[in-house]
């Protein structure tokens, strides 16, 4: 596991302990494990065993609208306890292809 947490950071103002934080930790624990039990999930290996970045639907949403140069590759719908439903994970890759 990690040694960090992201206990101290704010998502949203004065939220230090609300759901936002718990849908982080949920997020910050993915690892290759996870996705056996995913639906529709990546081969393990596209997942780096380390240095990287993993993010939401929501936040992949957001960078596609601001058009922000990062890939999100899809990794598969994980289920995060505590959570309803299904959540999409992506992983960010900030390597551009130039076609120059």
């Known amino acids: 596991m990690n040694d960090y947490s992201f206990w101290q950071v704010d998502i949203i103002e004065n939220d230090q302990k609300g759901p936002h934080i718990w849908y982080t930790f949920r997020l910050e624990r993915i690892n ?6 995913a639906i529709y999930p990546a081969t393990q290996d596209t997942l780096p065993l380390r240095n990287y970045v993993l993010c939401s639907e929501a936040v992949q ?3 596609v609208r601001r058009n922000v140069p990062v890939t999100g590759l899809r ?3 994980c289920r995060f ?11 960010l890759d900030n390597r551009r292809q130039d076609n120059d």
């Open 81 to 91: 306890k505590g959570f309803p439903d299904w959540h999409e994970v992506f992983l």
């Open 32 to 37: 290759r494990e996870a996705f056996r039990e």
């Open 75 to 77: 990794l598969g719908l």
């Open 61 to 63: 949403d957001i960078i």
